[in-house]
């Protein structure tokens, strides 16, 4: 079965530059959810959407921004980054309608160094 | 907010002992979810227990929710070294919500 895909899987990024994460959610999943995971800590909820709207919005800096496109897919923009940036980024997605049951499967993250 | 708190943090044990992990969590939820995580890599997903479920099984893994006292264990039995590894609990409320994460237990399995 397809499973959610993140691009890229390893990323090296300067200070001060920018970087670009995708995320492709499972074939007719309309929602996606991005999370931070910090070395040594718990993933943290940063953004998520749902049918190409901003649904709830977490701990996101103001110098990161995502959307979510008509075929569903979702990039996670960031901006001046920073040592702190560097974690795993975690992608998510579910189906919206089945709101009482909101089992969300997760891509394989994309690793982010920032130096 | 909600937030999953487990316990212990660390937890070391001999190959074909069980393994407990507990989490606890501060207001009301609709799902808990339990995770795996392998050092630097994904998340696995284990079980999702409802709310209105009291214990569920599958396989080896054994979890139980006790909405009154606002927690969950996992219970891993006959352990394998294969199962060392970091494992988080995760809630999420009424509606289409984020997960909100645990801090983790770190669980390292003997040979």
């Known amino acids: 079965a397809a499973g959610v895909i993140q691009s890229p899987r390893h990323l090296i990024k300067e200070k001060r530059e920018t970087a670009t994460l995708k995320c492709y959610p499972i074939?007719?999943?309309?929602?996606v959810y991005w999370y931070q995971q910090g070395p040594g800590q718990d993933p943290q909820f940063l953004i998520s959407?749902?049918?190409?709207?901003?649904?709830d919005k977490g701990s996101i800096p103001d110098r990161f921004s995502a959307q979510q496109f008509s075929d569903y897919h979702s990039e996670l923009n960031m901006s001046s980054l920073e040592l702190g940036d560097s974690a795993l980024y975690f992608c998510?997605?579910?189906?919206?309608?089945?709101?009482?049951?909101?089992?969300?499967?997760f891509g394989p993250g994309t690793r982010l160094t920032v130096l | 907010s909600q937030q999953g708190e487990e316990d212990p943090q660390a937890l070391s044990i001999q190959e074909g002992e069980n393994a407990t992990m507990n989490c606890s969590y501060k207001?009301?939820?609709?799902?808990l979810q339990w995770y795996r995580q392998n050092s630097g890599r994904g998340l696995v997903h284990l079980i999702l227990?409802?709310?209105?479920?009291r214990e569920k099984h599958s396989g080896r893994l054994r979890v139980t929710l006790d909405t009154s006292k606002k927690s969950s264990s996992l219970l891993i039995t006959a352990s394998r070294a294969a199962d060392t590894a970091s494992y988080f609990c995760?809630?999420?409320?009424?509606?289409?919500?984020?997960?909100?994460f645990g801090k983790g237990t770190r669980l390292s399995v003997i040979a």
């Open positions: 959407f749902y049918e190409k709207m901003q649904s």
């Open positions: 207001t009301s939820i609709n799902n």
């Open positions: 227990i409802r709310s209105n479920e």
């Open positions: 998510a997605s579910s189906l919206g309608d089945r709101v009482a049951y909101n089992e969300q499967f």
């Open positions: 074939p007719r999943h309309d929602t």
């Open positions: 995760a809630t999420d409320g009424m509606g289409n919500t984020p997960l909100v």
